[in-house]
């Protein structure tokens, strides 16, 4: 697992409501599709940690829980699927065996977002100072 995505792990824990109480299936999709072009313009990798999903924005960042066995793995949405019925998210093949391995074809798993590569969620850390001039404004207000 990259740093980055353990780093939102940790830091997004706290801000993260509780897992929605509905299980979905999850699949996996690998060597049919590795090194073609995905939804988002990405390169398909099966060994990264990439999900596909219908709605959500690419580069949001999903931490998936394995309901039988307790797994879990951070993935980040770069395509969309699936679009089979009663299928909720795809994982490459990497996350899924991470998850339970790949000679299960279909798991029931529950997840929830944690952040977005790029513009993460959390909290400022301090207040905007409201009513003061930035820099550039008191720069070209100089005569």
């Known amino acids: ?30 060597k049919p599709f590795h090194g073609r072009i995905t939804a988002s313009g990405e390169v398909y990798d099966m060994m990264a940690f990439t999900a596909a999903h219908r709605s959500y924005p690419f580069g949001t960042v999903l931490l998936v829980e394995e309901i039988t066995e307790g ?18 998210i795809d994982l490459s093949l990497a996350a ?32 905007p100072q409201w009513g003061t001039k930035s820099k550039m404004q008191r720069i070209s207000s100089k005569p």
Do not use: H
């Open 71 to 88: 797994g879990c793995v951070a993935v980040v949405v770069n395509d969309r699927g699936p679009f089979v019925d009663g299928r909720s």
């Open 96 to 127: 899924f065996k991470q998850l339970r391995g790949a000679r299960v074809g279909l798991i029931q798993v529950r997840y929830k977002v944690v952040g977005r590569i790029g513009r993460p969620y959390i909290l400022p850390s301090r207040r």
């Open 1 to 30: 697992m990259s740093p980055y995505i353990e780093a939102a792990i940790i830091a997004f824990s706290f801000f993260l409501k509780p897992y929605e109480d509905t299980t979905v299936w999850c699949s996996w999709y690998g």
